[in-house]
């Protein structure tokens, strides 16, 4: 049981950690290979994020029987969304990915998305150390509903 423990603790020190630096990062601008590296990255800690996010529903909807591992995946959740702030660098938008221009245009909504974002996943984080489920479900819900405000607005859709 500490063993685990020890674990949580230290990615939400690295999260800390990595929230403040992306908050001072976020308007840095990358260019030529770079930015399809960064785009890379980007879509390496989403798709971290949406396993995390995937592996959470199997629990909570009894498809898997791992309840032990629900605090493991909200501190990894916390800390892939302390680095949201820092995933976005200017140059990484169209044509290098699916984002659209709007991102960059509407910054205050963004940031806003990317705060209530994180504001859900560390409550996420501290139900799931808790082991209310009904909390780790309203905030695994509330996530949703900010990945999905941002996908809509300015992901493209595949091509």
């Known amino acids: 049981m500490f063993k685990g423990f020890g674990r949580v603790v230290a990615v939400v020190v690295v999260a800390a950690g990595l929230g403040a630096a992306g908050a001072q990062a976020q308007d840095r601008m990358v260019e030529g290979e770079m930015a399809g590296e960064a785009v890379k990255y980007r879509v390496n800690v989403m798709r971290a994020t949406g396993a995390h996010m995937g592996a ?44 659209r221009p709007a991102f960059f245009e509407d910054a205050e909504q963004v940031a806003g998305i990317i705060e209530a974002l994180k504001a859900a996943s560390g409550k996420l984080a501290a139900a799931a150390a808790a082991g209310d489920m009904a909390g780790v479900g309203q905030n695994l819900g509330a996530m949703g ?9 300015y992901r493209a859709p595949q091509s």
């Open 56 to 99: 959470i529903a199997a629990i909570l909807q009894g498809k898997v029987e791992n309840k032990g591992d629900l605090a493991a995946h909200g501190a990894s959740l916390d800390g892939l969304a302390g680095m949201f702030d820092d995933l976005f660098p200017k140059g990484t938008g169209e044509p290098a990915s699916r984002l």
């Open 145 to 153: 509903q900010q990945c999905g405000a941002c996908h809509k607005q």
